[in-house]
């Protein structure tokens, strides 16, 4: 059974860093895309950043950038994200997603382009 599972969350003064993870069971991530979206409390899911397992690639939302760094692990099968300086507006659920990607050319911030879901960590920033 395909299914990715994250882990790491959990709660954080501000300013401090947090990484999570994702790992892939079932199938291989090698020829996907690999996304992790945020559920603010009240709030829409919102795209924080993206990678192409093949080559590396990456996207990162402006609310994010310079803070959260995405990488990842084939022989893994995983992928990370680490965030770094938090707020307490990151706090929510975070999820990460995958997407079909052969081709390798970007990863999509649209979730509706993802195949696969993991069930969510929660990241919680506060003093």
């Known amino acids: 059974q395909a299914q990715l599972v994250e882990s790491g969350g959990g709660l954080v003064q501000p300013g401090g860093s947090l990484t999570l993870s994702c790992q892939a069971a079932?199938?291989?991530?090698?020829?996907?895309?690999v996304g992790w979206f945020r559920q603010a409390p009240g709030k829409e899911r919102e795209s924080l950043s993206c990678?192409?397992?093949?080559?590396?690639?990456?996207n990162y939302a402006d609310s994010v950038k310079g803070r959260f760094t995405i990488s990842r692990d084939s022989a893994s099968n995983t992928v990370w994200l680490q965030m770094n300086n938090l707020k307490p507006e990151d706090t929510g659920v975070y999820y990460c997603?995958?997407?079909?990607?052969?081709?390798?050319?970007?990863?999509?911030?649209?979730?509706?382009?993802?195949?696969?879901w993991g069930q969510g960590t929660q990241v919680t920033v506060s003093s």
């Open positions: 997603a995958a997407h079909r990607s052969y081709a390798g050319i970007t990863c999509h911030t649209d979730e509706q382009k993802y195949d696969y």
């Open positions: 079932g199938f291989r991530l090698d020829y996907y895309g």
């Open positions: 990678t192409i397992m093949s080559n590396g690639r990456t």
